[in-house]
């Protein structure tokens, strides 16, 4: 499968290092359909060596115009035992040419991206016919058939319900 590389394109980044770092490179289609192209998963990487994979990954990641959206984590700024100050994740990333931004993501902005997921996977019922009754449509968020894409699949279809919060999903750690 193609798609124009002059599309608007971006990375959704979760920095990892014991845990795994997941990078899944997304695409807007013209019918206003987002496409996983493929998601990228490693683990027990430097900054510096992730930065790499990632544009090996993703050629489009050095252009200006595809922004990798990471988590906070890639922007604190660490304080080494001695008190120097090292570098950020995210000047690592950018001096590899990465345009590194902040992803929008607040306390209790779970259950918000959730259902917002939710949304983007229906299609079920979400169409009208002429009569006005409903009728399935495509979803608007689909997934290249790629192993990284079937590994996100899979965690995404066993993402456990809160069960002091139906609208939310557990936070677990992650493993292997």
């Given at each position: 499968k193609t798609m124009d590389a002059r599309r608007p394109q971006w990375v959704g980044h979760d920095w990892g290092y014991s845990h795994p770092a997941v990078s899944s490179w997304c695409m807007k289609a013209p019918?206003?359909?987002?496409?996983?192209?493929?998601?990228?998963?490693?683990?027990?990487?430097?900054?510096?060596?992730?930065?790499?994979?990632?544009?090996?990954?993703?050629?489009?990641?050095r252009h200006e115009s595809t922004i990798l959206y990471a988590g906070g984590d890639v922007f604190a700024q660490p304080m080494a035992r001695t008190g120097d100050v090292t570098p950020r994740t995210a000047d690592v990333y950018r001096a590899a040419?990465?345009?590194?931004?902040?992803?929008?993501?607040?306390?209790?902005?779970r259950k918000r991206h959730v259902a917002h997921l939710r949304r983007l996977l229906a299609w079920r019922g979400i169409e009208r016919d002429a009569a006005g009754q409903p009728r399935d449509g495509r979803p608007q968020l689909v997934f290249w058939d790629t192993p990284g894409?079937?590994?996100?699949?899979?965690?995404?279809?066993?993402?456990?319900?809160?069960?002091?919060?139906?609208?939310?999903?557990?936070?677990?750690?992650?493993?292997?």
């Open positions: 019918d206003g359909v987002t496409h996983v192209r493929d998601t990228l998963w490693l683990r027990r990487l430097r900054d510096d060596e992730l930065a790499t994979r990632i544009v090996e990954w993703c050629p489009a990641a040419g990465l345009t590194v931004v902040r992803a929008p993501i607040k306390p209790g902005s894409n079937r590994r996100l699949v899979d965690q995404l279809e066993s993402l456990t319900t809160d069960p002091d919060d139906p609208e939310d999903v557990l936070k677990i750690d992650a493993t292997d």
